[in-house]
């Protein structure tokens, strides 16, 4: 049987397209090569950068530490980062309770608060992309960055 050039060309231009294409497609190329590891809930944190969110250890705490899916029981001062207060739960006299990993709150707190312990006050440094983004909030501009003093009181 005679095969004319063309049609072996044609053949391996086809062959060559289908690898390339699995290539990207199905990433036989061994994915990333960096040595980054990353985890939707960070263990116990250092002060430190995590995602963005500057972490900064005021007073660790003695008690049990927050992992991802708890609920807590929090106080939270929210400044702006020329010092502009924009709330308070010390102001009203009541204690925050939320659930920390689930998107309950914006996505600074659920990176910066698991790893603290009963007891704990942090410094979470947010910036816009982890908090509200180019959305305004109340009193709260547009691409703003968010400063939280926060303090774990219990874990339910």
Not at 131 to 150: K, M
Request: proline fraction near 6%.
């Amino acid at each position: 049987m005679y095969m004319s050039k063309n049609f072996i060309i044609a053949v391996l231009i086809g062959i060559l397209s289908l690898v390339i294409f699995a290539y990207f497609i199905f990433g036989l190329g061994g994915g990333p090569t960096s040595n980054t590891i990353t985890s939707d809930a960070p263990e116990a944190i250092e002060p430190s950068t995590t995602e963005n969110v500057k972490i900064e250890d005021i007073e660790e705490g003695t008690g049990p530490e927050v992992k991802s899916g708890d609920t807590v029981l929090m106080h939270y001062t929210g400044t702006l980062s020329d010092g502009t207060k924009f709330d308070s739960s010390l102001d009203r006299n009541e204690p925050f309770e939320t659930q920390i990993g689930v998107g309950q709150v914006i996505k600074g707190w659920d990176l910066g608060v698991p790893g603290m312990k009963v007891g704990g006050k942090r410094k979470l440094t947010i910036p816009p992309s982890l908090g509200y983004g180019a959305q305004a909030t109340g009193s709260i501009p547009a691409n703003s960055i968010l400063i939280f003093d926060v303090e774990l009181l219990e874990i339910k």
